[in-house]
């Protein structure tokens, strides 16, 4: 793609002014890194606070007295007692149980949903709630008049405070309308880095004035994908069309955690989502392989697609992300492995331009997560 015929979020030209430097991702012009630079970028969201531009991701809205329960039957994931004013983490599934995407849900009342997707599956995904429950429920695309901020960090619920006090009683997941600058906003306190932190969704006319005054604060620095990418990886969190897609059921992924107990084969609404059959045999019977957390024991990064071997060179796996982690001050992947070496610590050898490096399998998060739970 040529740099005309990238999309641009509304905070591209500040990006530029901020010395980023762009790269096409998911379609959009986006910064990969500032003049800080991808390891001190990583370094101050763990210590202090980052805001990090995610417009790209999709934004949509779910409306009407049968939102719940039409959205219930696309997601293996308890919707319909979903408390007002929380979010959940929910996977779409297809008909053999593979990710077609993951996103956040959030239940604003009055029968209305608050969806976030991913950039790259934005418009497959519209079309799916479309195709699907589009005549049960009325859904709004917000793909070109919301932007989506990132403010992520120990130090975010100090700065996002001075704007509107209240955020500061929020707890993990818990979502709300919030008045910023004057500016009608929804913000949730969650993220992808496994720190404290807010995501805001803000029209986008007002995003660029928001993003500068949260840059004036002396805490925050303007972060970028790459470090996005590597304090998501030590925080042990999937990136979709990387670690899972339509080639892995949520079993397959590590993702059993994200299925509502209510859902389950044992549950008060088993089942009733696309691949359920097939996703509640593999729970029941085991699977081939399996997502799992890699720390490599050499200062040697290992990237995704690398063949992961056993002890006799056999291949057993490929990583699917991988790369530095700066905090932990060491190389760290996750990749899928025979279910025979999932158990942690097992020994495994990534293929690294033609030689083996050892790995050990690991639990994730590498980096413990500081979520604020109240």
């Known amino acids: 793609?040529?740099?005309?015929?990238?999309?641009?979020?509304?905070?591209?030209?500040?990006?530029?002014?901020?010395?980023?430097?762009?790269?096409?991702?998911?379609?959009?012009?986006?910064?990969?890194?500032?003049?800080?630079?991808?390891?001190?970028?990583?370094?101050?969201?763990?210590?202090?606070?980052?805001?990090?531009?995610?417009?790209?991701?999709?934004?949509?809205?779910?409306?009407?007295?049968?939102?719940?329960?039409?959205?219930?039957?696309?997601?293996?994931?308890?919707?319909?007692?979903?408390?007002?004013?929380?979010?959940?983490?929910?996977?779409?599934?297809?008909?053999?149980?593979?990710?077609?995407?993951?996103?956040?849900?959030?239940?604003?009342?009055?029968?209305?949903?608050?969806?976030?997707?991913?950039a790259a599956c934005k418009d497959q995904d519209l079309a799916h709630l479309q195709k699907h429950i589009g005549a049960q429920c009325e859904i709004e695309s917000l793909f070109d008049t919301r932007a989506l901020l990132a403010l992520q960090g120990p130090k975010a619920v100090d700065v996002l405070s001075r704007l509107a006090p209240e955020v500061a009683q929020m707890t993990f997941m818990q979502f709300a309308p919030v008045r910023l600058l004057g500016v009608d906003c929804f913000v949730s306190r969650s993220g992808y880095t496994g720190e404290d932190g807010y995501e805001i969704s803000v029209p986008n006319e007002s995003a660029e004035m928001l993003a500068r005054s949260l840059l004036a604060e002396p805490e925050v620095e303007a972060i970028g994908l790459g470090a996005r990418d590597s304090l998501r990886l030590e925080a042990g969190l999937c990136l979709y069309g990387h670690d899972m897609s339509t080639s892995s059921t949520p079993i397959e992924a590590s993702l059993l955690w994200a299925i509502s107990k209510a859902r389950r084969a044992d549950g008060a609404r088993a089942g009733g989502f696309p691949g359920a059959e097939r996703i509640f045999a593999q729970q029941q019977a085991g699977v081939e392989s399996k997502r799992v957390g890699l720390l490599p024991q050499e200062r040697v990064p290992v990237r995704e697609g690398a063949e992961i071997v056993d002890a006799d060179g056999t291949i057993i796996g490929a990583v699917c992300s991988g790369g530095f982690g700066p905090t932990l001050g060491a190389p760290v992947a996750m990749g899928y492995v025979k279910a025979s070496h999932v158990p942690a610590d097992s020994e495994v050898w990534a293929i690294v331009r033609g030689k083996k490096v050892a790995m050990k399998v690991a639990k994730t998060p590498f980096v413990p997560q500081r979520y604020y739970r109240g």
């Open 1 to 118: 793609m040529t740099t005309e015929t990238l999309a641009k979020t509304p905070l591209h030209a500040l990006h530029l002014e901020l010395g980023a430097r762009m790269v096409p991702f998911a379609g959009f012009d986006m910064p990969v890194q500032y003049p800080l630079g991808v390891m001190k970028e990583h370094l101050h969201t763990r210590d202090q606070a980052g805001l990090f531009d995610v417009s790209h991701m999709g934004q949509l809205v779910l409306r009407g007295a049968d939102a719940a329960k039409a959205l219930e039957t696309l997601v293996p994931v308890d919707i319909i007692d979903l408390p007002v004013g929380m979010q959940r983490y929910a996977m779409f599934t297809d008909e053999n149980g593979g990710i077609l995407d993951d996103l956040m849900v959030a239940n604003l009342g009055n029968d209305t949903l608050f969806l976030v997707v991913n």
